[in-house]
C-alpha cells in the first residue's frame, strides 16, 4: 500500500514528486510514495490557520492540551522498539541509539505536558494607583517546523510538543532522507485526540515544499534544525515577514583534555562525543585539544579505544557506528580526509571504508583520527558531520582559549578535568551555548539548548521553551473611576 501524508488531519496521498526513504545499511528502498506538492502545502496551511483559532483548541485550558501530550508520550513508548526500528532502516544509526531517541521524544512531550499544564501569566507589581498590568501569553498562530534527518523522532517532539502546547498548529517538513518515522509520530498524535488540522505532516523537499512553507504569510514562526546555510536562508526570510526563527545549526566543538584529566574517563566520553552518531550529530566533539606535555600518551590511549570500536550493521547488537546517511554524504566526508591528506596531515586511523564483505554495499566508513593540520585548514574549521576527529595540542590556557573559539560555530564544548575551579573558568571562557564539564552528549530537557555565533538563534526546551512559541500581551486595567483629566 502506498504511503499516504498527513494533511490537515486527513491521510491523503501527496501530490507531489515521489520521494525515496533508503536503507543505508544496503541502500534498499523502505518506501516510495508521492511527497507533498504546492497544493498539499496550501492545504495543510489553511487547515492549520483555521485549527488554532478553534475554541476546540484556543479554550482549551492547558491542563486538557496536555493530556494529549501525555497520550502521545504513552503510545510512543508502547511502540518504542516499533519506533526505533523505524527510525533505524530511515537513517542507519544504531538500535540502541534509535531506542534512546524515542524515549528522548516521550520524555519531551511529558515534560512539556506538565510545563504547560502549571504555565503562568505574569502580574507585574509596580504599584499604581490608577491601574493594574496583566502580561499573558498568546499563541502565535501556525508554525513551520523543519528538520534534519539525524535524530528524527527526537528533534521533532521538541518542536512539535512546545507549538501544540502553546497553543499552536504545527506544520512539520521532514527531512528527504527521513520522512517515516515523522509520519508514525502523526498516526500517534491522531490516535491520542489531537483535533483535525492541528498537525500536519508533510514530506517534501526542502528548497520547493520547505521554502513554500516558510514563505506563506499565514505561517508565524519557523522552528528550524539543519545547516547553517539553509538556516541562514530561512532567517532571511524571516527578517522579510518580521517573524521569529528559532534555527539550531551546526558546530565544530572543541573538547579539552587537561593535564589532570582522568584519562580513561575523558579518552572515552571524547569517543563517544566525536564517534557516537558516527558523528553525524550537530554537537560532536569535532576538534580534540590535548595539552603539549601529554599529547602523545593521551593519543595512544585514544587511538587504541577508536580502534576497538564495532562498525557494523546497526540493527546488530553492540554495534557502535552503523553506516552514514548515503553514499553521497560519505563521499563528502571522504573528501575532507583526502583533503587533509593532500596538505600532509597525519591520518592516524581510520580514513577509509570498513573492507569487511559484509558492510560494502552500505555507506560506512571508519572512524577517522587526524592531527598535523594547520589551524586555518578547512577540515579542521569545517562541520564534517561524520566520523572524523581532528586533534590539536595546546600550550597554555591562553593558547587553548584562543584556539577553542577560533570557529565562527559556537554550539557545544567539553572539558574534562579534576580540578572545578578550572572547570568553571574554562566553561565561563569558551564560547558555546553548552559546555560539558567531565561528560559529553548528555541532555536534559529542563535545560535550554541552542548556539552562540553561526551555531543559532534562539533556545529550545526548558521550561521556556513554551513561550518561545507564544507571544506576550500586556493588558491595562484601569482603576480610577474618574475621567482621565488631560482634556479638562
Ligand atoms: P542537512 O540535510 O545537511 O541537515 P539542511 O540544513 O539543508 O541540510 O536540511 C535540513 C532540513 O531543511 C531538511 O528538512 C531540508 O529539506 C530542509 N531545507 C533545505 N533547504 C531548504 C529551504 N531552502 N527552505 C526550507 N527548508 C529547506
Known amino acids: ?39 498539499d502545502v496550501e492545504d495543510a496551511i489553511s487547515a492549520a490557520d483555521a485549527a488554532w483559532r478553534t475554541p476546540d483548541w484556543a479554550d482549551r485550558q492547558p491542563h ?66 490608577d491601574f493594574m498590568t496583566f502580561s499573558t501569553y498568546e499563541p502565535l498562530g501556525v508554525i513551520a517546523a523543519i528538520t534534519p534527518w539525524n535524530s528524527p523522532i527526537a528533534s521533532e517532539m521538541q518542536k512539535i510538543a512546545p507549538a501544540l502546547a502553546g497553543g499552536n498548529a504545527v506544520i512539520l517538513k521532514p527531512a528527504e532522507a527521513t520522512p517515516l518515522a515523522a509520519l508514525k509520530l502523526a498516526e500517534l498524535f491522531e490516535e491520542a485526540g489531537l483535533p483535525k488540522g492541528l498537525l500536519s505532516v508533510l514530506p517534501g523537499r526542502g528548497r520547493i515544499i520547505g521554502d513554500a512553507l516558510v514563505r506563506d504569510p499565514r505561517v508565524r514562526k519557523i522552528s528550524f534544525t539543519g545547516g547553517t546555510s539553509t538556516g541562514r536562508h530561512l532567517a532571511h526570510i524571516a527578517a522579510d515577514k518580521l517573524i521569529g526563527a528559532s534555527l539550531e545549526l551546526g558546530g565544530k566543538s572543541p573538547t579539552i583534555i587537561c593535564e589532570d584529566a582522568d584519562l580513561e574517563q575523558a579518552v572515552r566520553g571524547v569517543v563517544y562525543g566525536i564517534f557516537s552518531s558516527g558523528g553525524q550529530a550537530c554537537i560532536a566533539g569535532s576538534r580534540l585539544f590535548i595539552h603539549e606535555s601529554q599529547y602523545d600518551a593521551v593519543l595512544e590511549r585514544l587511538l587504541a579505544v577508536t580502534r576497538d570500536l564495532r562498525v557494523g550493521h546497526p540493527e546488530t547488537d553492540g554495534v557502535h557506528i552503523g553506516p552514514l546517511i548515503s553514499e553521497a554524504h560519505r563521499d563528502s566526508v571522504a573528501a575532507y580526509v583526502d583533503q587533509a591528506r593532500a596538505e600532509g596531515a597525519r591520518i592516524l586511523t581510520g580514513g577509509q571504508a570498513p573492507s569487511d564483505p559484509a558492510l560494502v554495499s552500505g555507506s560506512y566508513y571508519l572512524p577517522t583520527v587526524i592531527d598535523g593540520l594547520k589551524p586555518d585548514s578547512a577540515v579542521c574549521r569545517e562541520e564534517i558531520f561524520g566520523p572524523v576527529l581532528v586533534v590539536l595540542p595546546y600550550r597554555d590556557e591562553a593558547d587553548l582559549i584562543a584556539q577553542a573559539n577560533d570557529s565562527v560555530y559556537g554550539l557545544a564544548s567539553g572539558i574534562w578535568t579534576a580540578d572545578y575551579r578550572r572547570a568553571w573558568h574554562l566553561a565561563r571562557k569558551l564560547e558555546a551555548g553548552t559546555v560539558w ?52
Not at 491521510?11 to 506538492?37: I, K, Q
Not at 533556545?459 to 491595562?476: D, N, P
Request: charged share 25%.
Open 1 to 39: 500500500m502506498t504511503q499516504k501524508i498527513f494533511i490537515g488531519g486527513e491521510w491523503r496521498l501527496g501530490r507531489g514528486d515521489t520521494t525515496v526513504s533508503r536503507f543505508p545499511a544496503d541502500g534498499s528502498v523502505n518506501a516510495e510514495f508521492p511527497a507533498a506538492s504546492l497544493d
Open 64 to 129: 486538557q492540551r496536555a493530556e494529549v501530550l501525555y497520550r502521545v508520550s504513552d503510545l510512543i513508548m508502547a511502540r518504542q522498539e516499533e519506533l526505533a526500528r523505524l527510525q533505524t532502516r530511515d537513517n542507519g544509526k544504531p538500535l540502541a541509539e534509535t531506542r534512546a531517541l524515542v524515549a528522548s521524544a516521550a520524555g519531551t512531550a511529558r515534560y512539556v505536558a506538565a510545563a504547560c499544564e502549571t504555565l503562568e501569566g505574569e502580574l507585574p507589581t509596580q504599584r499604581n494607583a
Open 437 to 488: 564539564i567531565n561528560t559529553y552528549k548528555k541532555f536534559s530537557i529542563a535545560t535550554p539548548f541552542g548556539g552562540y555565533k553561526e551555531s543559532g538563534l534562539g533556545r529550545e526546551k526548558g521550561r521556556q521553551g513554551i513561550q518561545a512559541y507564544m507571544q506576550q500581551k500586556s493588558i491595562y486595567l484601569g482603576l480610577d473611576s474618574a475621567p482621565i483629566g488631560w482634556s479638562r
